[in-house]
C-alpha cells in the first residue's frame, strides 16, 4: 500500500498544523493505523494510533502530545490526519504515517515516506 504524507511545514511554536495521509481504497478502516515521528539523533516514536475493533475505534496517544494531537479519518477511509495544536519545538521532526492489519505490530505495516515538521521556538 501506497501512503503519502504531506501538510508539514514551519510553525511557530503554539501554532497549529494539519497532516495528512492518502491511501488508496478505504485501508484506513480495514487495518489499524496511526502516526509516528523521527526527530533528528532520536529514535522513532508512536504519536497516536487508531485501532479497528468490531464495537468501534481504539484510539491512543502519547503522553507527550496527549490534549494536544488528535487523529482521525474521513469517512472513506481513504485519508488519515493528525491535527497538531500548541506545537512545542521539542515536536519538530519528521512524521510518518502507517497502516497494518488488525492485532499486529505496526513494524510489519506500510509506510509513507514521511513529512517534515519544524516548530521554532
Known amino acids: 500500500v501506497s501512503l503519502v504524507e504531506s501538510g508539514g511545514g514551519l510553525v511557530q511554536a503554539g501554532g497549529s498544523l494539519r497532516l495528512s495521509c492518502a491511501a488508496p481504497?478505504?485501508?484506513?478502516?480495514?487495518?489499524?493505523a496511526g502516526w509516528f515521528r523521527q526527530g533528528t539523533g532520536r529514535e522513532r516514536e508512536l504519536v497516536a494510533t487508531?485501532?479497528?475493533?468490531?464495537?468501534?475505534?481504539?484510539?491512543n496517544y502519547a503522553n507527550s502530545v496527549r490534549g494536544r494531537f488528535t487523529i482521525s479519518r474521513d469517512d472513506t477511509g481513504n485519508t488519515l490526519f493528525l491535527q497538531m495544536n500548541s506545537l512545542k519545538p521539542e515536536d519538530t521532526a519528521m512524521y510518518y504515517c502507517?497502516?497494518?492489519?488488525?492485532?499486529?505490530?505496526?513494524?510489519?505495516?506500510?509506510w509513507g515516506q514521511g513529512t517534515q515538521v519544524t516548530v521554532s521556538s
Open positions: 502507517a497502516v497494518w492489519g488488525r492485532g499486529y505490530d505496526s513494524s510489519t505495516g506500510s
Open positions: 481504497g478505504s485501508v484506513f478502516r480495514i487495518g489499524d
Open positions: 487508531i485501532e479497528v475493533i468490531d464495537s468501534g475505534d481504539t484510539i
